[in-house]
């Protein structure tokens, strides 16, 4: 049972446009939301995070927006930059949960110059 | 400051064999968390420690355990391994493990299992 959801395996943008990635999630006891971005042969790297008690929070070029009536999040990146391509992963925890974190499947998103 | 460092970096081994993988969590970081990522799934999580304790448990078989030692360094094992165990497993390292704390991965170990 896939409880965070990235249904979109991949995108591809255009330099300086917008890029926009989806998760959805299913579990309502989840509180704190957060996106990793992942280049090859490396490990994932914390982008940016989101308490269900907010509805933004932005980081530079990083938005990401919760909508929890709707069990939704996204990841807003403006303008996209080629070296933003990578896979992003979207992960959800529960408070208590500790380390404790549930990734979607990612997103490949390529930029293209 | 050194990174999350995870040996072997690959690994092939035979169905039915073990594997130890091993995991030195950044420096001051006593809670390290272990997952495994596969083609399609995403990464799961296995199991954390903090201060040699396994605090939170996935759900994986049996066959998938770990330990953390004194100076928070952390192996797991498989035992019996199987073809779907093959994957890329990754620790992450946080500093105190509470719950917002956002952990700092290692590149990982590729395990191929023939």
């Known amino acids: 049972d896939q409880q965070v959801k990235q249904n979109s395996p991949s995108l591809s943008v255009q330099e300086g446009r917008i890029s926009i990635l989806n998760c959805d999630y299913t579990n309502s006891m989840f509180d704190y939301f957060l996106w990793y971005k992942k280049y090859p042969a490396e490990g994932p790297t914390f982008l940016i995070s989101?308490?269900?008690?907010?509805d933004k929070n932005e980081d530079g070029r990083f938005t990401v927006f919760l909508n929890k009536s709707a069990k939704h999040l996204s990841l807003h990146i403006v303008p996209s930059q080629p070296g933003d391509s990578a896979v992003y992963f979207c992960?959800?925890?529960?408070?208590?949960?500790?380390?404790?974190?549930?990734f979607g499947t990612g997103t490949k998103l390529q930029v293209i110059p | 400051k050194a990174g999350v460092t995870q040996t072997p970096r690959y690994l092939i081994k035979t169905r039915g064999q073990q594997v130890t993988l091993s995991c030195s969590p950044i420096?001051?970081?006593?809670?390290v968390s272990w997952y495994q990522q596969t083609p399609g799934q995403g990464l799961q999580f296995l199991f954390e420690?903090?201060?040699?304790?396994?605090?939170n448990k996935g759900n994986f078989p049996g066959r998938f355990s770990g330990r953390q030692f004194s100076n928070s360094r952390s192996e797991m094992n498989v035992s019996t391994l199987e073809l779907g165990d093959s994957a890329l497993y990754l620790c992450?390292?946080?500093?105190?493990?509470?719950?917002?704390?956002?952990?700092?991965f290692g590149q990982g170990t590729r395990l191929t299992v023939v």
């Open positions: 420096s001051g970081h006593r809670s």
């Open positions: 992450a390292s946080s500093q105190s493990g509470q719950e917002h704390t956002e952990a700092f």
């Open positions: 992960a959800a925890t529960i408070s208590g949960g500790y380390q404790k974190v549930t």
């Open positions: 989101i308490s269900s008690i907010k």
């Open positions: 420690y903090f201060s040699e304790t396994q605090r």
